[in-house]
């Protein structure tokens, strides 16, 4: 799924002036990025961006977004990354960001004890955010588990503690490592298409898929 996601999804950003992206050919997915403070969260975004990464990243001290342009079968997604200032926990974050958003990546340091006993608590949150959405509703988004730093021989979350919990979370968890770029663009690109079937349907998500097959059996 994770391959299915990458080759169905093209980045036209840099062409887009090309394309139509109108209100009425585009779908806006938001991914929000949540997490304590010096988790990654600003590296991952920079290197999903960039492609870079720097060991002297400033403190956010406040929300950003950047977005990517991207084409999937005959639809456009305008795909948006919201930056959060981690280091005041999620007390002041406006609820509208939770409720805007239609995934949301959870960040922890592996070598941080402190920060991935966080989570349950930033889970709860979310849910508190969200004000009683069902898991099972559209309006609910997407969360993912990511461990970051795992390029660290410091680490002193194990990858199996980290998918035992996810199991009590209902939840996918993954490695990352912005630093080395493992897994980046692959979750980001996953998350992505995994909100796009939830928008579209999965008729016409098959219907992308059986097309790209088609496409590859002509080349």
Known sequence: ENDLAI???G????NRKNFNFSKETTKI???VLLGDAAVGKTSMIRRFFTNTFSNNMMMTISISDESKFLKIGDSFVTLKLWDTAGQERFKSLPKNLYQNADGIL???DVTKQSTFEGITEWMENIKEKLGGVDKKSKRYPVVYLLGNKTDSEERTVSKEAAETKVKELEMEYYDISAKLNINIFEVIMRMTFEIFKKKVGDNETVSLSMNKKEKKSKC
Do not use: A, G, P
Request: glycine share 0%.
């Open 11 to 14: 980045d036209i950003t840099k």
């Open 29 to 31: 997915i938001r991914i």
């Open 7 to 9: 080759n169905l999804i």
């Open 106 to 108: 959870l960040l922890f």
